[in-house]
């Protein structure tokens, strides 16, 4: 199965609690999904899924209420690192400049 990532951004810094709280809420929602911390992004984070429920995800585009703060869908991409640079405000190879 390929995989995909979902860059989810908040409205507020997210805690260890909040990250568990998201992956729990999507695995019921969605089933197989796996969270990961963006280091640079205390207000990010990136969800490994698959083709479909990233189109998904997309598609609904996918809000979360956790603890107070509120989460958006804000970009998919075959590449996490792609996700990761965009996060941390850095440039994404390729993209041009605004």
């Known amino acids: 199965m390929p995989k995909r990532y979902v860059l989810f951004v ?46 998904s995800m997309r598609e609904e585009r996918t809000t979360l209420k956790i603890g107070g703060k509120t989460l958006g869908c804000a970009l998919t991409s075959g590449a996490i690192g792609n996700l990761k640079r965009r996060a941390a405000g850095r440039p994404v190879i390729g993209e041009v400049p605004q």
């Open 10 to 55: 908040a409205d507020s810094d997210l805690t260890d609690t909040d990250m568990k709280s998201v992956e729990s809420i999507l695995l019921q929602r969605y089933g197989q999904v796996k969270v990961i911390p963006v280091k640079r992004n205390d207000r990010a984070l990136i969800v490994k899924t698959s083709n479909l429920v990233a189109a």
